[in-house]
């Protein structure tokens, strides 16, 4: 039976949403410098997720980058609005009942601030990738820093630009010391409880 709103009523609500789910919408915002693991365990966790019949989604800094975010540089204003646009795009995301798993480096703890405030903070876990320079710089998966190093990069985090750790992070997990399926378990641990 279908059911005439009026134009006013949104037709379906969040909560509506989260329940045919079975999940609440929320946000694992992972902060890192390059080269840290984000992206890996983005991808994992979204495997683990959807083998849970947990619908989930990948916001991660390149393909975000390559299409809308296209044309911004590292600057500053544009890393404020590289991740303010990911934050409102989570958002919506989040009101369709999705788990959104944010992938970018977010450099500066007032930009996290920015997207837990865009957010909302009941729907906000901030997830640092933890790793030392010199690993990220090893592993290099993208070759960002080596394009950096020839300065074909300007402003890259961690080398021109400072990499601020999270103030208080809800989950740390660092990747120099702890392999890929440790840091899986911790995350899922901290997703279910």
């Known amino acids: ?15 509506e949403r989260e329940s045919l789910n079975n999940h609440k919408g929320r946000v694992l915002w992972f902060t890192g410098l390059s080269g840290a693991g984000k992206s890996s365990l983005a991808r994992n966790f979204d495997r683990a997720l959807f083998e849970r019949g947990i619908r989930s989604f990948i916001l991660d800094g390149d393909n975000i980058r390559a299409g809308l975010n296209q044309g911004l540089g590292f600057s500053d204003e544009d890393r404020r609005e590289n991740i303010r646009r990911v934050a409102e795009v989570a958002k919506l995301m989040v009101d369709a009942g999705l788990v959104v798993i944010v992938a970018l480096i977010s450099p500066k703890q ?4 920015q997207a837990k ?57 660092n990747t120099s010391t702890t392999n890929e399926e440790d840091s899986l378990k911790m995350l899922l641990n901290f997703y279910i409880t």
């Open 1 to 15: 039976m279908t059911v005439f709103l009026s134009s006013e009523s949104p037709l379906v609500s969040r909560e």
């Open 117 to 173: 405030r865009i957010i909302g903070e009941k729907d906000f876990s901030e997830i640092f990738v933890d790793c030392d320079l010199k690993t990220c710089q090893d592993r290099d998966p993208k070759g960002f820093y080596k394009k950096a190093a020839r300065d074909e990069i300007k402003n890259y985090t961690g080398l021109a630009s400072e990499y601020e750790s999270p103030l208080s992070p809800d989950l740390a997990i």
């Open 110 to 113: 007032e930009y996290r601030d």
